[in-house]
């Protein structure tokens, strides 16, 4: 570049609304969100979470109300997960191998409602249904278990593709769980159920609220080190996301957001496969913090964050605020 002020003005562009607008680079939409909704026993049932302000559990026939409104809202994809009872979890988490089991149920139930109008994503991980809340299998001495929980992995993948999901989403963190899901899904005749791998999970911090939602945060037992990623390590997050794809994955998931963008910017110009990023609920929650003391807009700082995602190249954002984001969105 040669030239220089005053015959280059930066400002110039920026000095009207319609020329803001007209050489803006970046704006998120409505499609591109993902909404995360989670799913209670009962009938006519919402449950605010406490740690996730504005955020319910909502029982299943709410969910297909949800979903309604998502449709309305032009939110293309919703993503659920359940918070079993404690009476159905156990140390194997079998009821997540149940076909009527909670999300299974959300799942007819929103595509009885909805039909083809929305897509909906499913939570392939133990965590939910285990009573030492860990992600899969535990041996003796207490090591979370890679290639039994694999196993398990796949028939929860193929108990929720039967009952209706267009994409299974593996948050677990397992070696190996993308090859075997994508192979059990071939085998089973599920050719179009798309797997959005969790490939760079982080062991964060941001996590707590959401663990309060499925109802898994008082019984975790130790961490989750073992096998999710060190938040130190980038090259290894791209490992695991060169790993994923060469497994099957159709798209890949960065998880917390925006504490790693720079991880979301990495997988899009390494790799330019779909990238997804989870604004996850400790992210939410701060928002919520910061409006309700007076220190952010609310709304402003929302479609900030958002903005930021897809910078940096994601495809989409799952957050808890879709309904709202989307609604500011359409005008």
């Given amino acids: 570049m040669t030239a220089s002020y005053p015959n280059i003005r930066m400002r110039r562009t920026r000095a009207s609304a319609w020329s803001r607008?007209?050489?803006r680079e970046t704006q998120p939409r409505a499609a591109d969100l993902i909404w995360p909704l989670f799913v209670t026993e009962?009938?006519?049932?919402?449950?605010?979470?406490?740690?996730?302000?504005?955020?319910?559990r909502w029982s299943v026939d709410h969910i297909t109300r949800r979903a309604k409104e998502a449709i309305e809202a032009d939110i293309p994809c919703i993503a659920l997960f359940p918070n079993t009872p404690p009476a159905l979890r156990s140390e194997d988490g079998a009821e997540a191998l149940s076909p009527d089991n909670l999300m299974c149920r959300a799942i007819r139930a929103v595509r009885d409602a909805c039909g083809q109008d929305i897509g909906i994503l499913t939570d392939v991980a133990l965590d939910p249904y285990t009573s030492h809340g860990q992600d899969g299998l535990v041996d003796e001495a207490g090591?979370?278990?890679n290639d039994d929980t694999v196993a398990v992995l796949v028939d929860q993948a193929l108990n929720q593709a039967a009952a209706g999901a267009d994409i299974v989403a593996p948050s677990d963190m397992m070696d190996g769980r993308i090859r075997q899901i994508r192979m059990g899904l071939e085998m089973h005749?599920?050719?179009h159920v798309q797997i959005m791998a969790y490939a760079?999970?982080?062991a964060s911090a941001f996590y707590g609220p959401f663990?309060?939602?499925?109802?898994?945060g008082g019984l975790l037992k130790g961490d989750k080190k073992s096998y999710q990623l060190d938040p130190a390590n980038a090259q290894e997050a791209m490992r695991e996301v060169a790993l994923?794809?060469?497994?099957?994955?159709?798209?890949?998931?960065?998880?917390?957001g925006l504490a790693y963008l720079d991880i979301v910017l990495r997988v899009k110009q390494q790799f330019g496969i779909p990238v997804f990023a989870y604004q996850t609920s400790g992210e939410h929650a701060m928002i919520e913090a910061a409006a309700a003391c007076g220190a952010a807009d609310r709304d402003a700082v929302l479609l900030e964050t958002l903005t930021a995602f897809r910078r940096a190249g994601a495809t989409g954002i799952l957050t808890y605020h879709a309904l709202a984001a989307a609604r500011l969105l359409n005008g």
């Fill in 143 to 145: 090591y979370v278990t």
């Fill in 244 to 256: 994923d794809i060469a497994e099957g994955a159709d798209s890949v998931m960065v998880k917390p």
């Fill in 200 to 202: 760079a999970k982080f």
């Fill in 21 to 23: 607008n007209l050489h």
């Fill in 42 to 56: 009962g009938k006519d049932v919402e449950e605010p979470i406490a740690s996730l302000p504005g955020v319910s």
């Fill in 189 to 191: 005749g599920h050719h």
């Fill in 211 to 216: 663990r309060d939602a499925v109802g898994s």
